[in-house]
T-cell receptor
Framework: GQQVMQIPQYQHVQEGEDFTTYCNSSTTLSNIQWYKQRPGGHPVFLIQ?????EVKKQKRLTFQFGEAKKNSSLHITATQTTDVGTYFCAGPPSNTGKLIFGQGTTLQVKP | DVKVTQSSRYLVKRTGEKVFLECVQDMDHENMFWYRQDPGLGLRLIYF???????EKGDIPEGYSVSREKKERFSLILESASTNQTSMYLC??????????FGDGTRLSIL
């Protein structure tokens, strides 16, 4: 079945450093969604990308959707301690109502 | 704001018991989902439902069943709980192909 792989699994950075997580799907996705889960919390929707090559920004967060719509990335510029958490990408297999989630990347930020 | 409410934050049950996890959403969403979350494995879909009395298997349905008698409520049933079902269980709902809204999760321990 379809798989969504995310790397790295864990990342420790010093506050102020940049961070990137990568997401790769075994099949083409109609869209890609990103969620953030704070420690002890539940996943919260961040953004959805739909178009091939799309780039969206939310303050220090930059999201990209690959040209082939099979990969995506999330880049955080100048991390802060509030960025701590696990970031998940998720995409829907064609013609289904479900989402396939990546394994997540857990970000730790040292002050 | 969408509210997805899971009946318990923490639950301890014994091997062989029949366990019910309840989820209620207040936004008339037709789609509801049950995931389990385990370290390093991300969110894995157990079952989902796109309408009352309708259900579809996710990626790991074995040992679980679901019930959706009313639109707002989606129940996950562990027919005979086993220790390998100890996990965090997350319920989610969404409207059509909009982003998912998650509940706070139920941390289930099977002894």
């Amino acid at each position: 079945g379809q798989q969504v792989m995310q790397i790295p699994q864990y990342q420790h950075v010093q506050e102020g450093e940049d961070f990137t997580t990568y997401c790769n799907s075994s099949t083409t996705l109609s869209n890609i969604q990103w969620y953030k889960q704070r420690p002890g919390g539940h996943p919260v929707f961040l953004i959805q990308l739909v178009k091939s090559g799309e780039v969206k920004k939310q303050k220090r967060l930059t999201f990209q959707f690959g040209e082939a719509k099979k990969n995506s990335s999330l880049h955080i510029t100048a991390t802060q301690t509030t960025d701590v958490g696990t970031y998940f990408c998720a995409g829907p297999p064609s013609n289904t109502g479900k989402l396939i989630f990546g394994q997540g990347t857990t970000l730790q930020v040292k002050p | 704001d969408v509210k997805v409410t899971q009946s318990s934050r923490y639950l301890v049950k014994r091997t062989g018991e029949k366990v019910f996890l309840e989820c209620v959403q207040d936004m008339d969403h037709e789609n509801m989902f049950w995931y389990r979350q385990d370290p390093g494995l991300g969110l894995r879909l157990i079952y989902f439902s796109y309408d009352v009395k309708m259900k579809e298997k996710g990626d790991i349905p074995e040992g679980y069943s679901v019930s959706r008698e009313k639109k707002e409520r989606f129940s996950l049933i562990l027919e005979s709980a086993s220790t390998n079902q100890t996990s965090m269980y997350l319920c989610a709902s969404r409207l059509s192909y909009q982003p998912q809204h998650f509940g706070d999760g139920t941390r289930l321990s099977i002894l």
